[in-house]
């Protein structure tokens, strides 16, 4: 009798695989904070006002979307893909327009009749000749002239009011 009653008190744990006691419950990981950008200023946001902002059709069937940063004044937002960079607007000394990923990876540039996006780390170029529908009419209107014509606008000056 007393040892039924022992067995009748006696706690069970929940049986688990192979004898091992059950796992704890996985603590949440918070997702990493983003340091805030440098605010925009001066020719940061002079070479934002610049961009072409909106779709571009690459090679291979590809597409780009550039935005400005919903976030961050001054900065756009690079879309390829489920792909998302935030990156920082810089005009050259020849005319490009570069846009440089805060991160520091990734890499677009924006011409007068063309548009691509590399990765830095690997060097490869993941999207070449995109086009914007106002490249597309400056390679339109470029039809004709003499050879070069194109590169005496330069790039970005290409962009400003009409000559």
Not at 87 to 115: C, F, H, Y
């Amino acid at each position: 009798m007393l040892t039924s009653a022992l067995a009748q008190t006696t706690v069970t744990k929940p049986a688990t695989k192979a004898g091992k006691p059950a796992a704890k419950p996985a603590t949440p990981i918070a997702a990493p904070v983003e340091a805030p950008l440098a605010r925009a200023e001066g020719e940061q946001l002079a070479a934002a006002a610049l961009i072409h902002y909106g779709d571009y059709v690459c090679e291979f069937d590809q597409t780009a979307n550039v935005m400005p940063s919903p976030k961050n004044d001054g900065y756009v937002d690079v879309r390829h893909k489920a792909q998302t960079w935030t990156m920082k607007p810089i005009l050259s000394s020849t005319g490009a327009l570069r846009l440089e990923d805060v991160k520091g990876r990734m890499l677009a540039l924006q011409i007068a009749n063309k548009s691509m996006l590399m990765d830095t780390q690997i060097g490869q170029r993941v999207l070449d000749g995109c086009v914007h529908e106002k490249q597309r009419a400056a390679i339109a209107a470029a039809v004709g002239k003499p050879a070069g014509a194109a590169l005496l606008q330069g790039g970005a000056a290409a962009n400003s009011a009409p000559k």
